[in-house]
């Protein structure tokens, strides 16, 4: 491979950054774009396509397998974060689940930031450029606020298929009414709390990886090469104040690619914080330590990361009820597989009594405090899979499994550059370390036990919760501390990392990196504080976003 140029390097192959190459080139065909990805481009000898087929993805060489520090909140465990190594990044492991956060989680970022380009009016445009909503989903209310003519489908269980019916629907909605929960929200709307139909981005059973969804062509792919850092324009004046350009990157195997207008760094929250730090730019001791030469100076690279945070439950149903979850033979029709095998997705927020106990003792004051107290903001998100959701438990229609997710986890972490530069970054994610996530989660598992166990509408389906190996199992009248010693011991990631190149902290408004020139971070790293949902939706009007700004400063 020759070293050569082209006008814009995207670093990382994954939603933001094929997004943007797409973009790019679109906007003008004669632009020159390389996208270089650390990992393999998968369709050779992977199942990418299929629900199930690319969940056994993870684990792969497609995926990361980040480890994290042991961590303090989780009885010093440690965790692996699944990421994408691959072309697609993860829109070829996750679980193809599509919403936003509400409306007030964008305004936050605005609020942190002080930048008007980030509330979620103005982001809302560029969330509908990625989307094409079934036209069912957008027969219902909140249709101005969709997308209908934009690459990624989006569809609802119901839409996909007349005979994707599960058994257990009308229970588990009644059994929320039960618990005065009513199904009045509709996905993607700018307001999450209730119940809602699960949306997905599976096109009739089949995934849609970024680099599908948005056209690469004459997009120059390179994959299967990693990035050591990014490389600045010499000066031959030693007096110059002129801020540092980046002129391209170094790659693990010695050779450079020149960038003649832009260096676009869309390696994910876990790696595009170490790219920076190994190019000179990120905390000062950190990088004297590191005997790296300091470019830029700032402490927030690696910094401020947000993961959601979740506890997943197997529930057992009773033998006299079957045909109730994937494996059993009432539900082997195909379009039972042509998503995630649930329902519904609803949010709730905090009793007001219980999230400012939880903000009194974690010292939240101002106008953060404010922003958290703010009617109809959601803390939790409830999902139910008619399938056990683990390896170690047979798929056989005797077991259907539960997630209950931190949407807004105030618990922080870091990333930090290893000594060793062939080592991976060194990742403490801090998970449940504050007051508001252990009663946020504690009260979330609660509600969830009764749900499944202490409802007229589910006693007949569900026989008792099943516990992991050597713990206790759970029921609606556990105490406190048995919830909160189950989430520390079974405890783990939503891996939705975000925030260690932040908005405001790292990058200005339109996403360049402070105090040098040519260089930008578009990808979950900039996100300055938790957007609830899951973050692809996000993550594509980030990268749309992104594009956008790219050529506003060529036009």
């Not at 949010?347 to 999230?355: A, I």
């Not at 190149?501 to 790292?506: M, R």
């Given at each position: 491979m020759s070293t050569f140029a082209a006008d814009y390097v995207v670093v990382g192959?994954?939603?933001?950054?094929c997004t943007i190459a797409s973009r790019l080139k679109q906007h003008d065909p004669a632009t020159s774009v390389v996208v270089l990805e650390a990992g393999p481009n998968p369709e050779s000898k992977h199942d990418v396509i299929t629900p199930m087929g690319g969940f056994a993805l993870q684990g792969t060489e497609l995926d990361w397998q980040y480890s994290t520090t042991p961590q303090n909140g989780t009885h010093?465990?440690?965790?692996?974060?699944?990421?994408?190594?691959?072309?697609?990044?993860?829109?070829?492991?996750?679980?193809?689940?599509?919403?936003?956060?509400?409306?007030?989680?964008?305004?936050?970022?605005?609020?942190?930031?002080?930048?008007?380009?980030?509330?979620?009016?103005?982001?809302?445009?560029?969330?509908?450029?990625?989307?094409?909503?079934?036209?069912?989903?957008?027969?219902?209310?909140?249709?101005?606020?969709?997308?209908?003519?934009?690459?990624?489908?989006?569809?609802?269980?119901?839409?996909?298929?007349?005979?994707?019916?599960?058994?257990?629907?009308?229970?588990?909605?009644?059994?929320?009414?039960?618990?005065?929960?009513?199904?009045?929200?509709?996905?993607?709307?700018?307001?999450?709390?209730?119940?809602?139909?699960?949306?997905e981005n599976w096109d009739n059973g089949r995934r849609q990886p970024a680099h599908e969804?948005?056209?690469?062509?004459?997009?120059?792919?390179?994959?299967?090469?990693?990035?050591?850092?990014?490389?600045f324009a010499e000066t031959n004046d030693a007096t110059s104040t002129q801020r540092p350009k980046a002129a391209g990157v170094l790659l693990q195997n010695g050779q450079k690619i020149q960038a003649s207008r832009e260096v676009l760094i869309c390696a994910g929250a876990l790696r595009s914080p170490t790219i920076l730090m190994a190019s000179g730019i990120g905390p000062r001791s950190l990088l004297n330590d590191r005997q790296i030469p300091l470019v830029q100076e700032l402490p927030g690279v690696g910094a401020n990361m947000?993961?959601?945070?979740?506890?997943f439950q197997l529930f057992k149903l009773r033998p006299s009820n079957t045909g109730l979850a994937l494996g059993h033979p009432d539900l082997?029709?195909?379009?039972?597989?042509?998503?995630?095998?649930?329902?519904?997705?609803?949010?709730?927020?905090?009793?007001?009594?219980?999230?400012?106990?939880?903000?009194?003792?974690?010292?939240?004051?101002?106008t953060e405090r404010d922003s958290l107290l703010e009617p109809g903001r959601c803390f939790l998100e409830f999902l139910v899979f008619y399938h056990p959701m683990h390896p170690a438990v047979p798929a056989d229609g005797t077991h259907v499994s539960t997630s209950v997710m931190l949407t807004l986890p105030s618990s922080r972490g870091s990333v930090t550059l290893p000594k060793n530069p062939e080592d991976p970054p060194v990742i403490n994610p801090g998970y449940?370390?504050?007051?508001?996530?252990?009663?946020?989660?504690?009260?979330g598992v609660r509600r969830m036990l009764q749900l499944m166990l202490g409802t007229k509408a589910m006693q007949s389906y569900v026989e008792a919760e099943v516990p992991p190996p050597s713990?206790?199992?759970?029921?609606?009248?556990?105490?406190?501390?048995?919830?909160?010693?189950?989430?520390?011991?079974?405890?783990?990631?939503?891996?939705?990392?975000?925030?260690?190149?932040?908005?405001?902290?790292?990058?200005?408004?339109?996403?360049?990196?402070?105090?040098?020139?040519?260089?930008?971070?578009?990808?979950?790293?900039?996100?300055?504080s938790p957007v609830g949902g899951h973050p692809q939706g996000t993550l594509y009007g980030i990268g749309e976003r992104a594009a956008e700004m790219i050529v506003g400063e060529t036009a």
């Open positions: 192959g994954g939603l933001t950054g010093n465990r440690t965790h692996t974060l699944t990421a994408g190594k691959t072309l697609g990044g993860g829109s070829v492991l996750n679980y193809g689940g599509w919403s936003r956060g509400d409306a007030a989680d964008y305004d936050a970022w605005s609020r942190i930031t002080g930048f008007g380009l980030w509330d979620y009016e103005s982001l809302s445009p560029y969330f509908k450029r990625s989307e094409r909503f079934d036209p069912a989903v957008n027969a219902q209310p909140g249709a101005l606020q969709r997308g209908l003519w934009a690459p990624v489908k989006i569809t609802s269980v119901s839409a996909s298929s007349p005979k994707r019916k599960y058994p257990l629907k009308e229970p588990i909605l009644a059994a929320w009414r039960e618990l005065g929960v009513e199904r009045t929200t509709y996905g993607c709307t700018g307001r999450n709390e209730g119940v809602s139909e699960w949306l969804a948005y056209s690469l062509d004459g997009v120059r792919i390179m994959s299967n090469i990693p990035v050591s850092k990014v490389i947000i993961d959601h945070f979740a506890l082997d029709d195909p379009a039972m597989l042509l998503g995630l095998p649930t329902d519904f997705a609803v949010n709730e927020g905090l009793p007001r009594d219980l999230l400012e106990k939880a903000l009194d003792k974690d010292g939240v004051t101002g449940f370390t504050t007051a508001l996530d252990r009663l946020a989660l504690i009260h713990l206790p199992t759970l029921d609606p009248s556990s105490s406190d501390s048995e919830i909160e010693n189950r989430i520390r011991a079974a405890g783990v990631a939503h891996f939705h990392s975000m925030g260690t190149c932040a908005l405001g902290a790292v990058l200005d408004e339109e996403m360049r990196v402070r105090g040098v020139e040519g260089l930008r971070v578009c990808d979950a790293s900039a996100v300055p």
